[in-house]
Nanobody, 118 residues
Framework: QVQLAESGGDVVQSGGSLRLSCAASAITFSAYTMGWYRQAPGKQREVVASISNHSTTNYADSVKGRFTITRDNAKKTIYLQMNSLKPEDTAVYYC????????????WGQGTQVTVSS
């Protein structure tokens, strides 16, 4: 059974930092594009950052220069280093694993809450 387990969410003051982790199991992790998404109350889920199986990264404009996504294939884990946090970064952060071959595979974690106080 595929599992994505996020951790690292917390309450932090504006300008602070957090590092989120997402550990995967039961997938060929190195083949997947991994991503972080977030959903704030009353808003749609949005992509924050992604990292391909070749470690190509992409970021939402709102987090460029502040957030960094990395992956450790040996540990089957991705990370999101978040610096200079703003109150508008407050959301539930979700991990996603995506594989598009002849079939389409997409898995989600349960989410971790990040709250940035002003």
């Amino acid at each position: 059974q595929v599992q994505l387990a996020e951790s690292g969410g917390d309450v932090v003051q504006s300008g602070g930092s957090l590092r989120l982790s997402c550990a995967a199991s039961a997938i060929t992790f190195s083949a997947y594009t991994m991503g972080w998404y977030r959903q704030a109350p009353g808003k749609q889920r949005e992509v924050v950052a992604s990292i391909s199986n070749h470690s190509t990264t992409n970021y939402a404009d709102s987090v460029k220069g502040r957030f960094t996504i990395t992956r450790d294939n040996a540990k089957k884990t991705i990370y999101l280093q978040m610096n200079s946090l703003k109150p508008e970064d407050t959301a539930v952060y979700y991990c996603n694993a995506l594989l598009e071959t002849q079939n389409f595979f997409s898995y989600w974690g349960q989410g971790t809450q990040v709250t940035v106080s002003s």
